[in-house]
C-alpha cells in the first residue's frame, strides 16, 4: 500500500494566514481587557477620591502632623 | 498548492495583472524544482556548494520535493559524505514539522534511491530517538 502524495509546499504560510489574524484579535482582547479592568477602574477610583477631596482640611491635618518643614504646627 | 515560495501570501497565485505589487516574473513550482535538480547534479559539485544549497533550500517555506533529494543525495555520494546524506534526511524529517505524512512519503519515494546508494536512514541507525 503506498502512501498518497501530501502537501508539502507553503506549510508555514498556511499556519500563519491562520494563527496570525487570531493572535493580532487576541492580543487587541486582552489589551482592552487589561485597559477595562485594571486602568480605567484605577482612574475612576483616583477621580472618586479627589472629587470630595478638601485640600485645605488635609493641608491642616498634615501641618498638625508635623511633616513639612515649611509650616509649623500651630501654637509652637 | 501551487504558490511560489517567494510569494507566501499570494494564494491560490493570481495572474501578474492582478498583483498588488512587483511585477518580477513568479517562477512555477516545477521550474524551482528543475533548478535545484540542477544545483545537485553538477558533475564536479563541491563541498560548500552542497552545503550552501542544502542550507538554502531548507529555508525555504516548503518540503523540498523528492527528486530535488535525490538529487542532493546523488551529490553526496559524488562526494563521498554519508554523514551529510543522513542529516538531509534528518532535515527533511525537521523541516515538515508536525505534518507526520510527509516523512514517510519521502522515504517511499527515495528507498530505491536509498538502496541503490546504501544509505542508511536516522531511524535504521536507531537516531531518530533523542
Known sequence: MSLAKPAMRGLLGKRLRFHLPIAFAL??????????????????????????????????????AGV???VRPTGK | MQASTETVFLYPPTPLSARCYSH????????????????????????????KGMNTLIGYDLVPEP???????RACRRLNDLASAIRIL???????GPHKDIYPYLIQELQP?????GISTPEDLGMDIL
Do not use: C, H
Not at chain 1, 480605567?40 to 491642616?60: C, H, L, V, W
Not at chain 2, 559539485?45 to 552545503?51: N, S, V
Not at chain 2, 527528486?67 to 543525495?73: E, N
Open chain 2, 24 to 51: 518580477a516574473k513568479v517562477e512555477t513550482d516545477e521550474e524551482f524544482d528543475a533548478r535545484w535538480v540542477t544545483y545537485f547534479s553538477k558533475p564536479d559539485i563541491d563541498a560548500w556548494e552542497l552545503k
Open chain 2, 113 to 117: 534511491t536509498l538502496t541503490e546508494l
Open chain 1, 68 to 70: 513639612f518643614e515649611s
Open chain 1, 27 to 64: 492580543s487587541l482582547v486582552a489589551a482592552a481587557a487589561f485597559k477595562y479592568g485594571v486602568t480605567e477602574p484605577r482612574k475612576q477610583a483616583y477621580a472618586d477620591f479627589y472629587k470630595q477631596y478638601d485640600t485645605t482640611k488635609e493641608f491642616n491635618n498634615m501641618r498638625e
Open chain 2, 90 to 96: 534528518e532535515a527533511v524529517k525537521d523541516k515538515s
Open chain 2, 67 to 73: 527528486k530535488i533529494l535525490d538529487s542532493a543525495l
